[in-house]
């Protein structure tokens, strides 16, 4: 599943309902998540330290990403 796909999925899953904390995903959904993070959060999301500048990501308790404040949670098939 792509960035995108997974996006409007929680958009029509959860909508105006409640969204769990954690969500399971497979090893290339969490790789899509990531490489879309790296590829356009970058570009708008960045602390700039000198020269160097450090994209910000959000890491929840168990380690996992921060997507739309829901911690991915990478589960090997």
Not at 3 to 20: C, D, M, S, V
Not at 36 to 59: P, Q
Request: aromatic share 14%.
């Amino acid at each position: 599943m792509t960035f995108n796909e997974l996006r409007r999925k929680f958009n029509n899953e959860f909508a105006l309902g409640e969204w769990p904390t954690t969500y399971e995903l497979d090893a290339k959904t969490y790789a899509n998540v990531c490489q879309y993070i790296f590829d356009n959060k970058g570009e708008t999301s960045f602390i700039e330290i000198g020269k160097d500048k450090l994209i910000e990501i959000a890491i929840g308790p168990n380690n996992g990403i921060m997507f739309k404040n829901v911690e991915l949670i990478y589960k090997p098939v």
